[in-house]
Nanobody, 119 residues
Framework: QVEVVESGGGSVQAGGSLRLSCVAS????????MGWYRQAPGKQRELVAT????????ADSVKGRFTISRDWYNGKNTVYLQMNRLKPEDTAVYYC????????????WGEGTQVTVSS
């Protein structure tokens, strides 16, 4: 079992920056992929970025502006999302996700953190 907890959301003006953090605890050594997804009002949840063994993947809408990173510290597996040059369309609830490879995969979600970008 894995628990993921996000932090770092908030309100910022367009062009500003925010850094989201997500700490995974529990069976962290079994986690392969960690990533960030977001859901805007009235829209489906969408992938923002994922990180797997040093390889990163980004949605086209955030490439060049967002950076995902992972580290291990004090026995916790943490993933960050550095968001620069934020746009109003980045406004959404951002969710952290951790995956343990099984058949089917075990997928764990945080409760989300709100990011609001004003123009």
């Amino acid at each position: 079992q894995v628990e993921v907890v996000e932090s770092g959301g908030g309100s910022v003006q367009a062009g500003g920056s925010l850094r989201l953090s997500c700490v995974a605890s529990g069976s962290i050594f079994e986690i392969t992929v960690m990533g960030w997804y977001r859901q805007a009002p009235g829209k489906q949840r969408e992938l923002v970025a994922t990180a797997l063994s040093g390889a990163s993947n980004y949605a086209d809408s955030v490439k060049g502006r967002f950076t995902i990173s992972r580290d291990w510290y004090n026995g916790k597996n943490t993933v960050y999302l550095q968001m620069n040059r934020l746009k109003p369309e980045d406004t959404a609830v951002y969710y952290c996700n951790a995956v343990i490879p099984r058949s089917p995969p075990y997928s764990f979600w945080g409760e989300g953190t709100q990011v609001t970008v004003s123009s």
